[in-house]
């Protein structure tokens, strides 16, 4: 096997330097940084005061990038998001003023909460990396990266996402609640400030494109390859399951790995990154049957037995 660049160095030091700030969650870190590679997005369902917004600061800071946050709301318009042209009066000209999705991490708080009009202004910037204002495409910068949140507790005055917009998320994750002894270290940490002040690029965004290229780079094995596509297969056989897993999971899980291997410090994948990444990368993407939800089953029980169910290969490398 190739020997893994200084890169995945840079990535393990990205990974702490952020959980300086976001203490105990470096699962969570660790899979940010994942799509960040895989140029995906992610979605975060959880109670508001987690450290969601936090968690994107952190990641952009870390990396010496712009952010950018955009709060979701009824009334918001996809011109809010995308930018606009407006007239200058000193120039005697119409301008484009850049909206906020124009920047390297982009928090979407409560996505939800916006109209389906405005989700799909969104959606053209996750899955093209550009924005077309009156007839102008303008590329979002790189590397680029969404970070939408919504709560999932709180269903009034809200507008469900749809299958086709969730499954442009590469991963869907929840930070949860602190332990007790983690609450107590966030504590400290804010006791005289917040930490996020005084926390320093490790790495530039030059690196993480640089990274990105060698991704695809990390070796995967014929075996686990078709482990990939079991797994998926037997989301879309379940009897339980009306909407199985797209081909876009099944490249989303496979390229995952690979970046989950390089973070780890591999140039090889092995079946533990497959394992741990599924739930998080084709959960959100299945649709349950009546029967399923009905018994309380959700998504991630299911892909449990799934996991379970399909035999993992023995011979990887």
């Known amino acids: 096997m190739a020997q893994v660049s200084v890169s995945s160095h840079e990535l393990s030091r990205l990974v702490t330097n952020v959980e300086r700030v976001i203490v105990g969650k470096g699962n969570a870190v660790e899979l940010l940084l994942v799509a960040l590679l895989c140029e995906g997005h992610v979605l975060i369902e959880d109670v508001p005061g987690t450290g969601k917004t936090t968690l994107a600061r952190a990641m952009a800071r870390s990396i010496s990038g712009s952010f950018k946050r955009i709060q979701f709301t009824p009334d918001l318009l996809p011109s809010d998001v995308t930018g606009v042209y407006f007239f200058n009066q000193r120039s005697q000209d119409f301008e484009f003023r850049p909206g906020p999705i124009l920047a390297n991490i982009v928090l979407a708080d409560e996505i939800n909460r916006a109209t389906p009009r405005t989700q799909?202004?969104?959606?053209?910037?996750?899955?093209?990396?550009?924005?077309?204002?009156?007839?102008t495409t303008y590329p979002t910068p790189r590397p680029f990266m969404v970070l939408a949140t919504q709560n999932p507790i709180e269903l009034e005055g809200t507008f469900p996402l749809p299958e086709a917009q969730l499954d442009r998320f590469l991963l869907r994750l929840s930070l949860g609640y602190p332990t007790q002894q983690e609450e107590e270290q966030i504590i400290l940490l804010q006791e005289r400030g917040h930490p996020l002040g005084g926390l320093e690029p490790v790495v530039t965004p030059e690196a993480?494109?640089?990274?990105?290229?060698?991704?695809?780079?990390?070796?995967?094995?014929?075996?686990?390859?078709?482990?990939?596509?079991?797994?998926?297969?037997?989301?879309?056989?379940?009897?339980?399951?009306?909407?199985g897993v797209s081909p876009r999971?099944?490249?989303?899980?496979?390229?995952?790995?690979?970046?989950?291997?390089?973070?780890?410090?591999?140039?090889y994948v092995i079946p533990d990154d497959l394992k741990y990444l599924a739930p998080g990368v084709l959960a959100h993407r299945v649709v349950l049957s009546a029967d399923a939800r009905l018994r309380g089953r959700t998504s991630e029980d299911l892909l449990r037995e799934v996991i379970a169910a399909v035999p993992v290969p023995t011979e990887s490398l």
């Open 120 to 135: 799909s202004a969104l959606l053209q910037a996750m899955e093209e990396r550009e924005v077309t204002v009156e007839g």
């Open 208 to 243: 993480i494109l640089q990274a990105r290229g060698e991704v695809g780079t990390v070796h995967v094995s014929d075996d686990l390859r078709r482990y990939v596509t079991l797994l998926v297969r037997a989301t879309r056989e379940h009897d339980q399951i009306d909407l």
């Open 249 to 267: 999971g099944s490249l989303a899980l496979y390229r995952g790995a690979q970046a989950l291997a390089l973070i780890r410090g591999r140039q």
